[in-house]
């Protein structure tokens, strides 16, 4: 047995509430809140296929940390499926499959479906079904591999979001903020990012000047107190893509975003940056 192995059992000696050490959404989107009530602030959202590690447990509520970028927060105890490290462990040691396209169905063999936002995550996808527990899932819809996606289509998938809502803590095409909608579209890059604009601005390259922006570069923008509170993907150097009451095209300069609707300035421009 492995020092890892003794330490994880440590773990959920200390912490003996605990039904499982890990989950995973299985359903199509469940909200992440910041303390355990449905009236709590939603600061996030897990995607179908999204695994997370348990933190605690308090009544009907369960604290995670999201495996993929650590956010923390609340869920509903009825809103996932426990995970052991051993199965945790053999979901890693497969391809991860990602929705790409705007709609996306799962059906089990009651006919019961799920509908699947794009950036949805398909755990043991063979062919066309998945497994998920004790569940079999048959799929309808367009995932791939992310490190495989062709980049040439980076305008599509960025406007595949074009009019969703804004939600605040939404990362679904039925609702999304600004941050969820870059680090969302990233996913099915391949390229993983932060959960928050200001966190998602501590990574990639800077690109000095507005006129040096390309398809794919980070625009963020920061309030009077000078803190990084929203970002955007550039289509060019003068045209960005992003959430602000929904998400739409405007025109963006050296000052920043301007709106194409009010004709007014609506963000102010901090710094841009290059991942891809």
Known sequence: MTNATNLQGDLLQMRPELSTPF????????????????????????LFGET??????????TKVKVLYDDYIGWIGNKQYLGLEKNELDELNQHEEF?????????????????????????????????FLGDEKYYFKGK???????????MESLF???????????????LGIDCSGLTQVCFK??????????????????LVSFIEEGKLGDLAFFDNAEGRITHVGVLLNNHQIIHASGKVRIDSIDHQGIFNNETQQYSHKLRIIKRLL
């Open 23 to 46: 989950g995973i959404c299985n359903l199509s989107v469940i909200p992440v809140r910041a303390e355990p009530s449905d009236r709590s602030e939603m600061v996030t959202q897990l």
């Open 52 to 61: 997370f590690e348990v933190l605690e447990q308090k009544e009907n509520w």
């Open 98 to 130: 990602v929705c790409s396209a705007p709609f996306n169905f799962l059906t089990n063999a009651l006919g019961h479906s799920h509908y699947l936002s794009p950036g949805s995550s398909l755990p043991l996808f063979r062919g066309d079904t998945i």
């Open 143 to 153: 995932a791939y591999v992310p490190q495989l996606y062709p980049y040439k289509n």
């Open 159 to 173: 406007k595949m979001f074009l009019n969703a809502p804004y939600l605040w803590g939404g990362r679904s095409i």
């Open 188 to 205: 099915i890059m391949g390229v993983k990012l932060k959960r928050d604009a200001y966190q998602q601005a501590e990574q990639g390259e």
